[in-house]
């Protein structure tokens, strides 16, 4: 995702393991299973939902809010204007991100970038830029 777009903001579908960062004004969903997500939201507009349950982001003192859920199995959702997710571990992910940003791809998978050819993650770590939609 590429920071300061404008527009609509573009889409990524990222599926795989190891560890995936973005920041930015985004939503992510989708689903993980044995890895650990941490959101922070710098805002105060950022939420996470796990399954059915929304996940309280609490203040540690310095103005940003955070949650961490370990091994949560199943669906998510991200939502903010000024948020960092983190999704990490040795389990799976699939998940979808729209909005604009950074992203940064660490691992093994694939990835597609406004609906176009999907792409493995290379085998060193990738920024991950992304497009507005046209």
Known sequence: MKAGSVGAGGQI????SGRVRLNG???TWGTVQGMTIKVTDQRG??????????VPLRSSGGGA??????????R????GTSVRVE????????IAVTGSGTGLLNGVGTFTVNNGNPQSWPLKPIDLALAPTK
């Open 65 to 74: 809010r955070t949650a961490t859920v370990r091994s949560p199995s199943g």
């Open 87 to 94: 999704i990490s571990g040795r389990g799976s992910l699939a």
């Open 25 to 27: 004004s985004f939503m």
């Open 76 to 79: 998510f959702v991200v939502d």
């Open 45 to 54: 507009d950022g939420m996470l939902r796990v399954g059915a349950a929304c």
């Open 13 to 16: 579908d990222i599926e795989g």
